[in-house]
């Protein structure tokens, strides 16, 4: 009787959360879920069910950062680098004071063959960040192990020295 009640009143209050929950906090949790998920098909090199995941998560928040910033790598590392780098211009378009996303993009641009382009990125880059320094003719994401992200993702995340 007792954990019956318990169990009615558990159920009333899941009930009212759902009921006055606003939706973005359903797609917001959703989203995380689908991200989540996205990671693990990533850390089990199965890009394409990464993507799918991924692509969902934006879907429901089209400003979610993380999402873009590795679909974008695994597009970049399949090769299909007008995806990656338009992942990579939403990512300036929503935080464009981060250099990191215009050395990427940049990165991504000589990939092709667009210097002119990649030169542009990179000098947004030291505009953001004076301090960095590397060479322009020749650069390259350098690769850091982040224990917070699953081991595929580590070899993908990159960072730049001083």
Not at 39 to 46: A, C, H, K, M, V
Not at 61 to 72: E, N
Not at 116 to 130: F, G, I, V
């Amino acid at each position: 009787m007792f954990i019956t009640k318990i169990y009615k009143m558990i159920l009333s209050f899941t009930l009212l959360v759902v009921l006055f929950l606003p939706n973005s906090a359903y797609a917001t949790s959703e989203s995380e879920i689908l991200y989540q998920r996205g990671n693990s098909y990533f850390d089990q090199r199965q890009y394409d069910l990464a993507i799918a995941n991924y692509t969902k998560a934006i879907v429901l928040d089209p400003q979610y950062i993380k999402a873009y910033y590795f679909r974008g790598l695994i597009y970049n590392e399949i090769s299909t680098y007008d995806l990656a780098i338009a992942d990579y211009t939403k990512l300036v378009e929503l935080k464009p004071n981060v250099a990191e996303y215009y050395l990427t993009r940049a990165y991504m641009y000589k990939s092709i063959g667009e210097n002119a382009l990649a030169s542009a990125d990179e000098n947004s880059a030291l505009e953001l960040q004076p301090q960095l320094k590397f060479n322009l003719g020749s650069i390259k994401p350098r690769y850091s192990t982040r224990p917070d992200l699953p081991e595929a993702m580590q070899q993908f995340y990159p960072y730049y020295e001083e």
